[in-house]
């Protein structure tokens, strides 16, 4: 927030307070390959992310075949406080292509829009 306040020479004071942004007011994050074989690193394939009211993941196979749909909800994750995914665990009869391609279809805070897609690898 940013405050002005104007002092005239009675004494009398006026004051506006407007909230900025700065940048886009948001971050998004994505891996571009993941390793789901039951270590502790890397088992999931999802965004970091901040500044969402709402967010979307979905996982395509190489020929455009929807494996994964997740909306983001409070307390999806327990280690993160807010809006969370859980994120896909590669967990599906996995073709012969290591690639897949995501969406995520997400609203800032704002309610700005916000689209991206890629790819990444999965590797085993």
């Known amino acids: 927030y940013v405050t002005l306040r104007i002092y005239n020479d009675l004494g009398c004071v006026e004051e506006l307070t407007k909230t900025i942004k700065i940048g886009k007011g948001y971050s998004l994050l994505m891996p ?8 502790i690193w890397n088992n999931t394939f999802r965004p970091v992310f901040t ?6 993941l979905r996982v395509y196979d190489a020929q455009g075949g929807l494996l994964y749909e997740e909306v983001g909800a409070e307390g999806s994750d327990p280690n993160i406080v807010g809006l969370s995914l859980r994120g896909w665990d590669g967990d599906v009869n996995l073709p012969s292509s290591p690639y897949f391609i995501y969406t995520i279809t997400a609203k800032t805070i704002d309610d700005e829009p916000v689209f991206r897609d890629g790819t990444f690898i999965l590797l085993q």
């Open 32 to 39: 571009n390959v993941f390793t789901p074989n039951g270590d």
């Open 51 to 56: 500044g969402f009211s709402e967010i979307t």
